[in-house]
């Protein structure tokens, strides 16, 4: 999935299709759709996903961004499906 500012997230390769260098062709071709489009990619790896981290920091097609040496990280927030929907049936059912 690719956002509105380049920003590549939720890539996702099955475990039984994992270390076949699947993951690694994904990025680089989205990068260069990315690229003749004027666009400049960027990922962004949950910080559990210690392996795709690591070779990420070592590709030299990523560079990661440091805020005094120490990557940025974002933080997500979702909300969860069940607690969105009651809040939406207690607004019908309270008239708002």
């Not at 666009?39 to 790896?45: E, L």
Request: charged fraction near 30%; proline fraction near 4%.
């Amino acid at each position: 999935m690719i956002n509105l500012v380049s920003l590549f997230n939720h890539l996702y390769t099955l475990p039984e299709h994992r270390e076949k260098g699947l993951g690694n062709a994904t990025e680089r071709d989205l990068s260069k759709k990315c690229i003749r489009l004027g666009i400049t990619p960027c990922k962004t790896v949950e910080t559990f996903n210690t392996e795709v981290l690591k070779s990420s920091n070592r590709s030299p097609y990523w560079t990661r961004w440091d805020d005094e040496g120490k990557p940025i990280e974002y933080i997500y927030m979702v909300q969860e499906y069940e607690k969105r929907f009651e809040m939406e049936k207690n607004k019908i059912e309270n008239g708002h």
